[in-house]
């Protein structure tokens, strides 16, 4: 089993910047490839980005030039740099962890409200 637990989420206006931390525990050594996705309200939830043990990083087009996705190993934490928010930024973000068995595991959610 893999827990996970975000942090980091708030409101801000657009053009800012927010940081949101993903903390694992558990079966960590399992873990292959942790993740970012989203959902607005009224929407459905849709991948944002991910990285890999090894740290390759893909992104979907929306967030690529404005998202960094980092992982710390060490800390069992990644992280999801997010710069030149837009209000279309707005949702609420899961972070999950894949692991080499094919297991996924989710987080609660953090909210990110961007608005003026």
């Known amino acids: 089993q893999v827990q996970l637990v975000e942090s980091g989420g708030g409101l801000v206006q657009p053009g800012e910047s927010v940081r949101l931390s993903c903390a694992a525990s558990g079966n960590i050594n399992s873990i292959y490839t942790m993740g970012w996705d989203r959902q607005a309200p009224g929407g459905q939830r849709e991948y944002v980005a991910a990285i890999t043990v090894g740290g390759i990083a893909t992104y979907t087009d929306s967030v690529k030039g404005r998202f960094t996705i980092s992982r710390d190993i060490g800390k069992n934490t990644a992280y999801l740099e997010m710069n030149n928010l837009k209000p279309e930024d707005t949702a609420r973000y899961y972070c999950?962890?894949?692991?080499?068995?094919?297991?996924?595991?989710w987080g609660q959610g953090t909210q990110v409200t961007v608005s003026s």
């Open positions: 999950n962890a894949s692991t080499w068995r094919g297991e996924d595991y």
